[in-house]
């Protein structure tokens, strides 16, 4: 480790074990290329003095997402109803009311939700990078990467997001599948602006935009939302 980071000035942390996996079994496998590793990199970067870390980290955080109720009021979602789902009703319901909710945009200070164990991961490697930066007068950036698209995007494995699975669908000559009404909404970013957002990271870094000591989270994503049932039609 010492001798990686020699020379360095800033970390850019891509790494990571992603998808749902197969079952919980697989938490381990999890916590230890993300959890673990990440600890183990960030251990490593004190001990040789790199105090700037550019993390990517997920959307998935924040789990259900964001939605409001009739009146613009943000309302945090009840778990969605069985009969809903039978009746073709896919929008959680307010808690308190029954009433539908409606989608919103998700901003930086959302509450935190991670609901399966790579979620859970993320949010711990994020977590861990505040730690290190309050520990040891460094700074951190986490990119909160939306739904990434681009060329050379692996096809069929965990990486692959929807756009990747609809086009592998199409190469194949089959028909593109669409679960529940195709209302579910994303915000597809292109992997240039990603890279993008990276080196700005860098730059603030560098430019000493981040104080010492803290740790700030970004969301990555498109300025227009989609749903996945345009996507499809696209």
Request: aromatic share 6%; with cysteine; proline share 5%.
């Amino acid at each position: 480790m010492a001798q990686a980071l020699a020379g360095v000035d800033v970390v850019m942390h891509q790494s990571a074990k992603v998808g749902l996996g197969v079952d919980f079994f697989d938490a381990p496998d999890y916590i230890r290329n993300n959890d673990l590793a990440t600890a183990v990199l960030l251990a490593g970067m004190a001990a040789a003095g790199v105090d700037k870390l550019v993390l990517a980290s997920s959307m998935v955080v924040y789990g259900e997402g964001a939605y409001t109720d009739s009146a613009g009021r943000p309302v945090h979602p009840a778990p969605r109803r069985v009969e809903d789902l039978e009746h073709g009703i896919f929008d959680p319901r307010d808690p308190a009311t029954g009433e539908l909710l409606l989608p919103a945009l998700v901003t930086e200070d959302a509450a935190m939700d991670p609901r399966n164990v790579y979620a859970a991961s993320k949010l711990a490697q994020e977590h861990l990078a505040a730690a290190w930066a309050r520990s040891t007068g460094s700074t951190a950036i986490a990119l909160r990467y939306h739904n990434v698209y681009g060329p050379r995007m692996p096809k069929n494995t965990p990486y692959a997001g929807v756009a990747s699975v609809f086009r592998s669908a199409l190469a194949r000559g089959e028909a593109v599948r669409v679960f529940e009404d195709g209302g579910q909404r994303r915000s597809f970013v292109h992997v240039r602006d990603v890279a993008e957002a990276n080196l700005l990271s860098v730059d603030a870094l560098v430019g000493g935009r981040v104080a010492s000591g803290c740790a700030r989270a970004y969301n990555i994503g498109a300025s227009e939302v989609h749903t996945v049932g345009r996507w499809r039609r696209s």
